[in-house]
């Protein structure tokens, strides 16, 4: 388990073993043992619908030092709940300070290890070995994901006992380290859901959904796993921009270690007293973000009920849980803009049937303008566009009869590539653009539409923006930043204050990087509540296209099929609409499910779905 091979099963050492039988509580879900037929070999890397559980053996008496190093790496990457094989490779006060909880660090390969005899007495009673290995990502004590560049080398201390003659760990880093494959085995991502903190708590209306993903270990009751982590709160990162509707201190009762759904898919949750006096409001907010954050993890669960002290709280079925809270995935659109050939705004039906294009009700289908890129507010009555040379910014009703008026924003930058980017609609209503003018970049916020533009704060930022996409949930924000020939993308979280005189003022923090491994992003969408889909290369590549999460990992989905030339991308945060694309190539076309590009129209560009 300890020597990643990518691409292919890996090799499982003599002392390590995969059990599979129903004897042991190592696989569940079988019947019986059978008591006929072949023997049959088990891989050694368990598929990720398996449910075989894979344990690591303990230390074999009289083992090497660099037995015992490569045993306790193994026992990293396997299914024991509390590690307490891998402790048994460490002295009694080494396991005692070690916490494989603080952090995961996951390297390209497996951990290498090079021995280092320089500190060892000459009766060779200690010796020290270094893993190395290069750096992936690192997962925080939250389960929070990011990306990592770099070497990583750790010193692992062996001491022998000279009564018993063993060797063992006296000295390690703290946390677990893998490879990246065994991490991929081992671990899944889950969304966590809460607030935005801009909703009132309890309220009549939906509050803002937003996904906070976190990776849970795949094998090991993921389940309760993520119910404690939920009840913990969010991210450090999301943390200033959500709230929970669970009191302070809510908590599982005392007691419970496992929980499962009943036969009718529905999961009853019993918290400690801290929940014991929440309102009927709060309590319905508390159950969807329950069943929210399940339900990204299984479909097997259906309803919660909450209880507390022996009494039931509330319940929620999931189909009511759009009645309470309004997630990114909830949308869905109507139609599909884009600009024709005659430079009209137009649209067809959302999904694969729409076929025939009609221009939009008003200015901007009436094609007075020329036009580069277009948005389309989430309720399809507004619509924003900017002209051919990206100078001028426009915002009309999509109502018969409606005139174009000024511009909202007019760009002095000198040349069409140093104006204004293609505009986003935020969750509020608002509507968000850059001006790449390299004598007064900024990232710019119009409330409504209409309002005198905001500048906005961008903490951090290395680069100038050439691309905005802010997420459904209000709360992130999506951008491609230009440094040098380099064209990355990052997240940032959207915050959102009044100063002394009470007005507004926007900011962007703590961004992130979600493509580390691409070198050029030449365009990018979101593409459901906490992912991406982008085109872009690699260093010396060519044009790939791919899914991205916000924490810059890799979902367990396939990539799009190839798409030559891609100019503009777009995606819906409902699952069942297809991607759709421009490509200098082929036009506007689209992918539904299970299929290849489809055309949808040979003379047209910038194609949209509202947002």
């Not at 990206?390 to 069409?416: F, I, N, R």
């Amino acid at each position: 388990m300890g020597a990643d091979r990518e691409g292919g099963a890996r090799r499982m050492p003599a002392r390590a073993v995969a059990y599979a039988t129903c004897g042991a509580v190592l696989l569940t879900g079988c019947a019986s043992m059978p008591d006929s037929g072949d023997l049959r070999g088990v891989d050694s890397t368990p598929r990720q619908d398996t449910q075989v559980r894979v344990f690591a053996v303990p230390p074999q008496d009289n083992a090497q030092a660099s037995d015992i190093v490569s045993g306790f790496l193994e026992a990293l990457t396997s299914d024991d709940p509390d590690y307490s094989t891998a402790r048994l490779y460490l002295t009694g006060k080494a396991s005692q300070m070690w916490r494989p909880g603080l952090s995961t660090t996951v390297l390209a390969d497996g951990p290498g290890t090079d021995s280092d005899r320089s500190d060892a007495r000459e009766d060779r009673d200690e010796v020290s070995f270094t893993l190395t290995g290069t750096r992936v990502a690192t997962v925080d004590a939250q389960q929070s994901y990011r990306p990592a560049k770099g070497s990583y080398r750790a010193l692992v201390h062996l001491t022998r006992n000279r009564k018993t003659n063993q060797w063992r760990i006296d000295r390690l880093p703290q946390g677990l380290v893998m490879g990246k494959s065994d991490f991929q085995r081992n671990y899944v991502s889950v969304n966590k859901y809460y607030f935005a903190s801009n909703t009132a708590t309890g309220s009549e209306t939906r509050a803002a959904a937003v996904a906070d993903p976190v990776y849970v270990r795949r094998r090991v009751d993921p389940m309760t796993q993520v119910v404690r982590s939920l009840l913990n709160g969010p991210t450090t990162w999301l943390d200033p921009v959500v709230r929970t509707s669970f009191p302070t201190g809510a908590a599982l009762e005392k007691g419970v270690a496992s929980l499962a759904p009943d036969d009718r898919s529905k999961l009853t949750v019993p918290l400690n007293g801290k929940a014991a006096r929440v309102g009927t409001g709060m309590c319905r907010e508390m159950a969807a973000q329950l069943l929210l954050t399940l339900q990204s993890l299984t479909p097997a669960v259906e309803q919660v009920e909450l209880r507390s002290g022996g009494s039931r709280l509330c319940s929620l079925g999931e189909e009511r849980v759009d009645d309470v809270a309004a997630p990114a995935s909830a949308q869905h659109p109507s139609y599909l803009y884009f600009v024709d050939g005659k430079n009209r705004l137009v649209r067809i039906a959302a999904g694969i049937s729409g076929t025939n294009a009609s221009a939009v009700p008003g200015a901007l289908g009436e094609g007075g303008k020329a036009l580069r890129s277009v948005a389309v507010a989430r309720d399809e009555r507004t619509a924003a566009a900017v002209t051919a040379d990206g100078q001028a910014l426009y915002v009309a009703s999509l109502v018969s009869g409606g005139s174009l008026g000024d511009p909202v924003l007019v760009s002095h930058g000198k040349t069409e590539d140093d104006r204004l980017t293609a505009p986003s609609w935020d969750a509020h209503g608002d509507l968000w653009v850059a001006d790449r003018d390299p004598g007064d970049p900024r990232l710019l916020l119009l409330e409504q539409g209409r309002d005198e533009p905001l500048v906005v704060t961008t903490s951090g930022l290395d680069g100038r923006i050439e691309d905005v996409r802010v997420a459904a949930d209000g709360v992130r924000i999506a951008l491609v930043v230009a440094k040098g020939t380099k064209k990355s993308l990052l997240i940032g979280r959207i915050e959102r204050h009044a100063d002394t005189d009470q007005r507004a003022v926007f900011s962007v923090v703590g961004l992130r990087s979600a493509t580390p491994e691409l070198e050029d992003v030449t365009a990018m969408s979101w593409a459901g509540d906490t992912r991406l889909v982008v085109a872009g290369r690699e260093q010396g590549g060519v044009q790939t296209m791919r899914y991205v999460q916000v924490d810059g990992s890799t979902p367990e989905m396939a990539a799009p099929a190839a798409l030559t030339g891609v100019k503009e991308i777009t995606a819906a945060e409902d699952d069942g609409l297809p991607l759709v694309a421009y490509s200098e190539d082929d036009g506007i076309v689209r992918l539904p499910s299970g299929a290849q590009w489809q055309k949808v129209v040979t003379d047209g560009r910038a194609p949209v779905y509202p947002g």
